[in-house]
């Protein structure tokens, strides 16, 4: 086979993969619970090359990616279940279903209205699944409460996010970020009296409500928390690195230099880089 810009290609590929006898005996092997941790890891990768700005890595995860969808809809169509093709008018037809400001006779929307109009057609079509869900003797998908449907799989912080912003949409929410971070200070309080009394499991609870009551700070304040937190990794990983440089120009590792030595380095990193900015 040869290289293609045509997705066909990419199918014939999978299914040339998993011919028996003559396909990738790893291939064969796999099933829809074995590839989705990479196709988790896929999805970290696209956004790791979107944040380095590395745009011919990104043109690679992006396939990486495609490939897992291709792959999930290989083993669905061995199971009579569905092919990518299905998969394809899915989406399109939920893209044209969710825009009719753009596909249909809804014109001149604001960003607010859109999003208004986005969560009801989102609530019509989840009514309508639980019908024919209903209609088929199928049990519900969830208990039809306001945070069901919030996959528990997610990564925490993304679900803290999820998980708030359904409870803020009928209300159970903070006025503004000035409350959200009296809470902080709350939990913080909360966190230095687990501590004081040493009890893993109280500390991990208390850590658990401040990490909460952050993410729900930087919502407020309209902030990515995960954008946020990823921003300062980095960061991190920067100012460390030019903590290590300076050590290893004074021909000494880490592990051989005092706290207030990597401190001193840590604060010329900083200034280094607020003179830089």
Same mark, same amino acid.
């Given at each position: 086979m040869q290289p293609s810009r045509d997705l066909a290609r990419l199918v014939e590929i999978m299914a040339a993969l998993r011919t028996p006898q003559t396909g990738c005996p790893w291939d064969l092997e796999?099933?829809?619970?074995?590839?989705?941790?990479?196709? +988790?890891?896929? &999805?970290?990768?696209?956004?790791?090359a979107i944040a380095r700005g590395d745009l011919d890595d990104l043109k690679d995860e992006l396939g990486d990616l495609l490939l897992q969808v291709v792959f999930h809809a290989r083993l669905a169509q061995e199971q009579g279940a569905f092919e990518l093709g299905d998969v394809v008018e899915a989406i399109t037809s939920k893209l044209i279903r969710r825009h009719p400001h753009v596909f249909g006779d809804t014109r001149d929307l604001s960003p607010d209205a859109v999003k208004r109009a986005w969560s009801e057609i989102k609530a019509a079509e989840k009514a309508e699944r639980a019908a024919r869900r209903m209609a088929a003797g199928l049990p519900p998908e969830d208990g039809g409460g306001v945070l069901d449907g919030v996959p528990v799989v997610l990564p925490a912080m993304t679900r803290a996010l999820k998980l708030q912003e359904k409870a803020g949409r009928v209300g159970f929410d903070w006025n503004d970020a000035g409350a959200v971070l009296d809470k902080i200070r709350e939990e913080t309080a909360e966190v230095s009296e687990a501590l004081a009394q040493g009890g893993i499991? &109280? +500390?991990?609870d208390e850590v658990g409500d401040l990490l909460f009551a952050a993410v729900n700070l930087a919502r407020? $304040?309209?902030?990515?928390?995960? &954008? $946020?937190?990823?921003?300062?990794?980095?960061?991190f990983t920067r100012r460390f690195g030019y903590v290590e440089a300076a050590l290893a120009a004074q021909g000494?590792?880490?592990?051989?230099?005092?706290?207030?030595?990597?401190? &001193?380095l840590w604060g010329e990193a900083k200034r280094g880089e607020r003179d830089a900015g």
């Amino acid at each position: 086979m040869q290289p293609s810009r045509d997705l066909a290609r990419l199918v014939e590929i999978m299914a040339a993969l998993r011919t028996p006898q003559t396909g990738c005996p790893w291939d064969l092997e796999q099933d829809f619970s074995s590839v989705a941790p990479y196709t +988790i890891e896929e &999805a970290y990768e696209v956004v790791d090359a979107i944040a380095r700005g590395d745009l011919d890595d990104l043109k690679d995860e992006l396939g990486d990616l495609l490939l897992q969808v291709v792959f999930h809809a290989r083993l669905a169509q061995e199971q009579g279940a569905f092919e990518l093709g299905d998969v394809v008018e899915a989406i399109t037809s939920k893209l044209i279903r969710r825009h009719p400001h753009v596909f249909g006779d809804t014109r001149d929307l604001s960003p607010d209205a859109v999003k208004r109009a986005w969560s009801e057609i989102k609530a019509a079509e989840k009514a309508e699944r639980a019908a024919r869900r209903m209609a088929a003797g199928l049990p519900p998908e969830d208990g039809g409460g306001v945070l069901d449907g919030v996959p528990v799989v997610l990564p925490a912080m993304t679900r803290a996010l999820k998980l708030q912003e359904k409870a803020g949409r009928v209300g159970f929410d903070w006025n503004d970020a000035g409350a959200v971070l009296d809470k902080i200070r709350e939990e913080t309080a909360e966190v230095s009296e687990a501590l004081a009394q040493g009890g893993i499991a &109280a +500390i991990q609870d208390e850590v658990g409500d401040l990490l909460f009551a952050a993410v729900n700070l930087a919502r407020h $304040a309209g902030v990515d928390p995960e &954008a $946020a937190l990823r921003g300062t990794n980095d960061k991190f990983t920067r100012r460390f690195g030019y903590v290590e440089a300076a050590l290893a120009a004074q021909g000494k590792r880490p592990q051989e230099a005092t706290l207030d030595e990597m401190e &001193a380095l840590w604060g010329e990193a900083k200034r280094g880089e607020r003179d830089a900015g």
